[in-house]
């Protein structure tokens, strides 16, 4: 079975700065999806990031970029200029065939003003 | 206007009571799913159906049962309750393999 894993249960980071968020999962299958929610203190899940891993490019969303290193199985979140709304619960996923996610336990990310 | 709805948002019941959760959707979303998330484990999924006439166990649906009544609707059942059910849930539905899914706002279930 697929498994999803996020290393680091806390970080903190100063506004305006810039701060990157690890996961790693292990699976046999050569094509999937990867995702990155955020999870704010009103417990709605928002989609950050989505990556195919057939696609080499790395995937960008405004202030938010991944490092998708297929060999290694890791899919870090780099958040540039931190904005106190970014403060959250980041949850890494992982899309099996048959389109059912598999989360990481999460990590939850406080920005200081 | 919220597109993925789940009523109750906060529910609190006994030990041993029948509960039912339910999710509505106005995506026009064939595929929904059902999550429960608990501190420190993430979410994980307890069932899913494709369609009307598929549903599908997921990791964790021991003590649930789940209806997919029309298209847009998806409910799951505690049948008789038990504190270790205590946990936040999540409906989600989605277009297609490999496209984003689309979470209700959850709902705070409290088994005393």
């Known amino acids: 079975a697929q498994t999803v894993t996020q290393s680091q249960p806390e970080m903190s980071v100063q506004e305006a700065e810039t701060v990157t968020l690890s996961c790693t999962y292990d699976?046999?299958?050569?094509?999937?999806?990867l995702f990155w929610y955020k999870q704010p203190p009103s417990r709605q899940m928002i989609l950050v990031i989505r990556q195919e891993a057939y696609k080499q490019q790395n995937a960008t969303e405004n202030r938010f970029s991944v490092n998708f290193q297929k060999a290694a199985k890791s899919f870090s979140l780099k958040i540039s200029d931190s904005q106190l709304g970014d403060t959250a619960m980041y949850f890494c996923?992982?899309?099996?065939?048959?389109?059912?996610?598999?989360f990481g336990a999460g990590t939850i990310l406080r920005v200081k003003s | 206007d919220a597109d993925v709805t789940q009523t109750p948002r906060n529910r609190i019941t006994k030990t041993g009571k029948r509960i039912m959760l339910e999710c509505s959707q106005t995506?026009?979303?064939?595929?929904m799913y059902w999550y429960r998330q608990d501190p420190g484990l993430g979410l994980r999924l307890i069932y899913y159906s494709f369609d009307v006439k598929d549903i599908n166990k997921g990791e964790i649906s021991d003590g649930y049962s789940v209806s997919r009544q029309a298209q847009a609707k998806f409910s799951l059942s505690l049948e008789s309750a038990i504190p270790n059910q205590t946990a936040l849930y999540f409906c989600a539905t989605a277009r297609d393999r490999g496209y984003e899914q689309y979470f209700g706002p959850g709902t705070r279930l409290t088994v005393t």
């Open positions: 995506k026009g979303h064939d595929r």
């Open positions: 996923a992982f899309m099996e065939y048959g389109n059912k996610l598999v």
């Open positions: 699976t046999s299958e050569n094509n999937y999806y």
